[in-house]
T-cell receptor, first 115, second 114 residues
Framework: DAGVIQSPRHEVTEMGQEVTLRCKPISGHDYLFWYRQTMMRGLELLIYFNNNVPIDDSGMPEDRFSAKMPNASFSTLKIQPSEPRDSAVYFC?????????????FGEGSWLTVV | AQKVTQAQTEISVVEKEDVTLDCVYETRDTTYYLFWYKQPPSGELVFLIRRNSFDEQNEISGRYSWNFQKSTSSFNFTITASQVVDSAVYFCALSENSNYQLIWGAGTKLIIKP
């Protein structure tokens, strides 16, 4: 079975440019999460969706970040304009519906470097 | 408040040794879930195990075993006969019944030397 698929795996961009990260969750999973991992802050939940609807975006750092989920099989995380401090690994993850104990499965991550 | 503590920042052992990674958690919920994830040098996060608060049975999967003790709020992870491929950062995490937020420990970096 295919896992969570993220693209691009690696992105190097210049400060000020727009960055779009993409995610395809596991088929049948109703929850989708975007996480960010840095050395300083560890793993942070940015936003999560249930049935394509954003449920909690309190972790989104600022207005430069936006996330969409137009359908059950696709989500994007956009940073515009990007800044060097946005350099991090961005993980997309998904989980089946049910109680909160359902396991969250992660993609391989998108490694973003903003220079 | 909820919290997950992995006091061991880094552990280094020689291959074939047994090693235990500690995880201590805090929660006020009576229903909660505990997880372990592995992050190898390649960077992906790999799910290892989930445990709910009502199931204190220890679990064994090959060389991996987990000891869940509610009395000490601990969910420790033991690797028996460690191998170089076990080298990774291991994260313990907590999910409370009320939401989907995972509360993460800081991770333990495990180095297995040949």
């Amino acid at each position: 079975d295919a896992g969570v698929i993220q693209s691009p795996r690696h992105e190097v961009t210049e400060m000020g440019q727009e960055v779009t990260l993409r995610c395809k969750p596991i088929s049948g999973h109703d929850y989708l999460f975007w996480y960010r991992q840095t050395m300083m802050r560890g793993l942070e939940l940015l936003i999560y969706f249930n049935n394509n609807v954003p449920i909690d975006d309190s972790g989104m750092p600022e207005d430069r970040f936006s996330a969409k989920m137009p359908n059950a099989s696709f989500s994007t995380l956009k940073i515009q304009p990007s800044e060097p401090r946005d350099s991090a690994v961005y993980f997309c993850a998904s989980s089946p519906s049910g109680d909160s104990g359902n396991t969250i499965y992660f993609g391989e991550g998108s490694w973003l470097t903003v220079v | 408040a909820q919290k997950v503590t992995q006091a061991q920042t880094e552990i280094s052992v020689v291959e074939k040794e047994d090693v235990t990674l500690d995880c201590v958690y805090e929660t006020r919920d009576t229903t909660y879930y505990l997880f372990w994830y592995k992050q190898p040098p390649s960077g992906e996060l790999v799910f290892l195990i989930r445990r709910n608060s009502f199931d204190e049975q220890n679990e064994i999967s090959g060389r991996y075993s987990w000891n869940f003790q509610k009395s000490t709020s601990s969910f420790n992870f033991t690797i028996t006969a460690s191998q170089v491929v076990d080298s990774a950062v291991y994260f313990c995490a907590l999910s409370e019944n009320s939401n989907y937020q995972l509360i993460w420990g800081a991770g333990t970096k495990l180095i297995i030397k040949p």
